[in-house]
């Protein structure tokens, strides 16, 4: 059964400027280790490949915060909720630490999917539960 549901809307202009400006301890606040990766790797490439990775990463990390029903408060942080994409490109969520053993322990499990398009990104996530609490 659904456990909840949470969607976001980033503005990228807005990531654009705080990267700028804060440089990478922001995606370093933002990103897990494993998106970190690629996050440098994509912003290696072309430097809009890599705010756009870091939007809809923070777009997706608090729709999945809203799903989960905490926000963005212990355990829920930004880097124990990782996005990372499947060989086929589809986007899967990997939880760290507290977090993951929060989830765990609830039975839980979670759907992303993720878009951009000009100066947005947005998620939607789902989160289901096997139990009927
Ligand atoms: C949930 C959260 C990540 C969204 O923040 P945001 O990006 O600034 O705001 P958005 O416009 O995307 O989303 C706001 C909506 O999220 C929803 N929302 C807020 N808290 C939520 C929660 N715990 N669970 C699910 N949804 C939540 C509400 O519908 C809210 O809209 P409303 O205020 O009109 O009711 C943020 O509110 C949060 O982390 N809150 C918890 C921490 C907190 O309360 N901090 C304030 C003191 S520092």
Redesign the pocket.
């Known amino acids: 059964m659904v456990y ?1 549901i ?1 969607t ?2 980033c503005d990228i202009r807005r990531i654009s400027a705080t990267l700028g400006r804060r440089g990478d301890r922001f995606a370093e606040r933002v990103l897990g280790p494993r998106e970190l990766e690629v996050f440098r790797y994509r912003r290696g490439k072309l430097e809009d490949r890599g705010v756009r990775f870091l939007a809809t990463r923070f777009s997706a990390k ?1 729709a999945f ?9 212990m355990p829920m942080t930004w880097r124990g909720c990782e996005i990372l994409n499947l060989p086929s490109g589809k986007p899967e969520i990997h939880l760290n630490g507290v977090l993951a053993e929060w989830f765990a322990a609830r039975g839980l499990s979670a759907h992303v999917t993720v878009t951009d398009e000009a100066d947005y990104a947005a998620s939607f996530v789902v989160v289901e539960t096997r139990s009927e609490k």
């Open positions: 909840g949470g976001d809307i608090e915060s809203k799903a989960i029903g905490l926000g963005l408060r």
